[in-house]
């Protein structure tokens, strides 16, 4: 049967390329006509991936979901790259294994769903825009959800972490 296969090497750093992880620029020794970069801006250009644990109905489809503010009063904690949230993480690896620092929730809910999203982080680049994104179910363990935990009742305030969660990226397809 005809097969694709992807190489050890195309795969190792595939994750880190899709999260945007070292995508870390210093505009320090750009020079700019248009005045759009300014010198020393930390985040231009640079994206942030960042999971939400989100409140209220699970999108069916991607198409509802054309900005990050569309839902922003569904989320209740968010882990985020650009406020190095991610730490310690394996985003070199496949299956990449993510953790997080604790972060307390910023509104209290039922989780029902994540939404892990790659976006701009500085005004002149569009940070409402979604480069990447990814919805999944929230729900008890054992339940079969996507992201399983031991408690989807969020409480404002409480600190919530992130620990060992696995992003697999598919290296061959056989058709």
């Given amino acids: 049967m005809p097969t694709i296969e992807l190489s050890a090497g195309f795969m190792q750093n595939l994750p880190t390329r899709i999260n945007r992880f070292g995508e870390i620029s210093n505009t320090n020794n750009v020079t700019s006509t248009s005045g759009l970069l300014m010198q020393g801006q930390q985040s231009y250009g640079t994206p942030s991936s960042t999971i939400a644990l989100m409140k209220g109905s699970v999108p069916s489809d991607l198409s509802s979901l054309t900005s990050y503010t569309v839902r922003s009063s569904d989320v209740l ?15 070199t690896v496949n299956p990449s294994v993510y953790s ?3 972060v307390n929730a910023t509104q209290s809910g039922t989780a029902t769903w994540f939404w ?9 680049d569009g940070p409402n825009n979604i480069v990447h994104q990814i919805v999944g179910t929230v729900g008890l363990t054992g339940s079969g959800s996507d992201l399983e935990l031991g408690d989807v009742n969020i409480v404002s305030g409480s600190p919530y972490r992130i620990i060992n969660l696995r992003l697999s990226f598919q290296s061959s397809w056989v058709f």
């Fill in 77 to 91: 904690v968010s882990f985020s790259t650009h406020s190095l949230h991610f730490s310690p993480s394996q985003p």
């Fill in 100 to 102: 997080t620092i604790y």
């Fill in 116 to 124: 892990w999203t790659v976006r701009p982080t500085y005004s002149l």
